[in-house]
């Protein structure tokens, strides 16, 4: 399974917080836990690939309530970071953070006035193989964030299958939907893009090829054969490192990540083109500082 640092997560985790915050709207996050808690009022969350935990930060206090959340990852890395992660993000946003052991607690009130309070435990697990490991039959929400383009269609077939026999409520956030535009644009772009695009589909480690920017498109089709109810949202990134002020050095710095990473990506895809793809590489970090980037995410809820 291919892994991602830390500094990666930071590096994106406030594009990726403004890209959900324009979808949360349209996607009503509380109807999605309406009538779906456990018998002893609490709502059971299992997130997967978690990361640091931003999926719970984002979710908690927009979803309010008493909250249990199991957060799966394959890196014992980042799930040791979990608890700092938190405890940083508690102190900053004025909630309560405590640890006891393995547990984690921490509870607040969310920008939308609803209080919350969530228990957390982390678990480190293969998710591809050990998917069914995991209680479904006991959970009311599954939930992950930028996952379902990088698995396969089998495994993605596998996990709605569990999730279903469960009647889980699902939410999958910032999926890449294929749409990506520069500002200004290059004549090199749309090659970059088609061969970044083709190496996204290579094998991830989810039991084939991965799905990239059809992920949602097929989960929709399937949850909807299933009877699901199922809404979705745009979630873009717009990493724009054009305007001063307090957000462009993030922005310049997830820019300039982007663009050596499709450069990278491309060559190895479509290495006849890498003399073409160093030169796109080169006049977008020289364009750097005049350039808005946007990446085509898209959110997907889907409820019994």
Not at 177 to 201: C, I, K, M, N, Y
Not at 204 to 221: H, T
Not at 283 to 292: G, P, Q, T, V
Request: charged share 20%; proline share 4%; with cysteine.
């Amino acid at each position: 399974m291919n892994g991602f640092t830390s500094d990666w997560l930071a590096l994106r985790e406030p594009f990726d917080r403004a890209a959900r915050a324009a979808a949360a709207a349209t996607l009503d996050l509380p109807s999605l836990i309406a009538g779906r808690s456990a018998e002893d009022g609490s709502l059971s969350v299992i997130d997967l690939a978690c990361g640091t935990g931003a999926n719970l930060r984002e979710l908690a206090p927009r979803l309010g309530g008493t909250q249990r959340w199991r957060l799966i990852d394959h890196d014992p890395v980042l799930l040791n970071a979990v608890a700092p992660a938190l405890a940083g993000w508690a102190s900053a946003r004025g909630h309560r953070f405590e640890q006891h052991g393995d547990l984690l607690h921490v509870e607040g009130r969310g920008e939308n006035g609803l209080a919350f309070a969530a228990a957390v435990q982390t678990g480190r697990l293969d998710l591809a193989r050990d998917l069914n490991t995991l209680p479904f039959a006991r959970t009311q929400l599954v939930t992950a964030s930028a996952l379902l383009d990088l698995v396969s269609a089998d495994w993605l077939r596998a996990l709605l299958d569990q999730a279903l026999a469960a009647r889980c409520a699902l939410l999958f956030a910032l999926n890449v939907d294929g749409r990506t535009a520069w500002d200004p644009a290059d004549d090199h772009d749309e090659l970059v893009h088609a061969a970044f695009a083709a190496h996204q589909r290579r094998d991830k480690g989810f039991l084939g090829p991965a799905l990239g920017g059809q992920a949602v498109e097929q989960a929709a089709l399937w949850l909807g054969a299933a009877g699901y109810r199922v809404r979705q949202a745009d979630s873009d990134w717009i990493i724009d490192a054009s305007q001063p002020g307090p957000s462009h050095p993030a922005a310049a710095a997830l820019q300039r990540a982007m663009i050596e990473g499709m450069a990278t990506a491309a060559s190895e895809q479509a290495p006849d083109n890498e003399a073409a793809i160093r030169a796109w590489r080169q006049r977008r970090l020289a364009l750097l500082e005049r350039s808005c980037l946007r990446v085509g995410h898209t959110d997907l809820i889907a409820m019994p």
